[in-house]
């Protein structure tokens, strides 16, 4: 069974600094895994995806890598900025459902 | 649709009340999926379609929900004599095909019971 863990569950950071969220998996044997990002009162916005195949995905200022054989993916957010602040959540995909992470809450302090 | 859809956005109901959510998903997406998040808890997988048919429905909580999707495209959540502990945002994500694709979430449908 698909076990997805994040820690520390909270962040908090002045503006610009580099960020790196853990996440961890027990099954390494996953379709895919996710990032999302969720705000206050609404629902979760896909960030990145990393198919089992690959390594790393980027988007902007968001990078995310998975390494499969040690269970952990990273999302990586260089030069942080307040409009950044929201909860972060990690899924594993297996063939057909997403486990999450109870997620990581960063908040960053102009 | 540009987005997932669901309705109500806010629902409040007397425990012991039937209650339905609705969820149009993304146009041409075959996979479904239902979540669950009580406050301060992370999401919790229901139920998921692919086309009409439900493979998983090892989430569902207990006998009392259940879900349908009709024409590979709207899916109704139903939750039978609600109890206090079903209050939650009810999540609601669709992708092209289940597994190994992003997956798309809607607003989420916020289930009050008292």
């Known amino acids: 069974k698909q076990e997805v863990t994040q820690i520390p569950a909270a962040l908090s950071v002045p503006e610009g600094e580099n960020l790196v969220l853990n996440c961890s998996f027990t099954?390494?044997?996953?379709?895919?895994l996710q990032w999302f990002r969720q705000d206050p009162g609404k629902g979760l916005t896909s960030l990145l995806l990393?198919?089992?195949?690959?390594r790393e995905q980027t988007s902007g200022r968001l990078n995310a890598s998975l390494d499969k054989s040690s269970g952990r993916s990273t999302l990586y957010i260089a030069a942080s900025q307040p409009g950044d602040s929201a909860t972060y959540l990690c899924?594993?995909?297996?063939?057909?459902?997403?486990?999450f992470g109870k997620g990581m809450k960063l908040t960053v302090n102009p | 649709g540009a987005g997932v859809s669901q309705s109500p956005s806010n629902k409040v109901t007397e425990k012991g009340k039937d209650v339905e959510l609705r969820c149009d998903p993304i146009?041409?997406?075959?996979?479904l999926y239902w979540y669950r998040q009580r406050l301060g808890q992370g999401l919790e997988f229901l139920i998921y379609?692919?086309?009409?048919?439900?493979?998983?429905k090892s989430g569902l909580p207990s006998d009392r929900f259940s879900a349908e999707r009709t024409g590979e495209s709207v899916s109704t959540l139903t939750i039978q004599r609600t109890q206090q502990e079903d209050s939650a945002v009810y999540l609601c994500?669709?992708?092209?095909?289940?597994?190994?694709?992003?997956?798309?979430f809607g607003e989420g449908s916020w289930l009050t019971v008292v």
């Open positions: 379609f692919q086309g009409n048919s439900a493979p998983d």
């Open positions: 994500a669709s992708s092209f095909l289940a597994g190994g694709n992003t997956i798309y």
């Open positions: 146009s041409g997406h075959t996979a």
């Open positions: 099954d390494s044997a996953i379709y895919n």
């Open positions: 899924a594993g995909g297996g063939s057909e459902k997403l486990v």
């Open positions: 990393i198919q089992s195949s690959q």
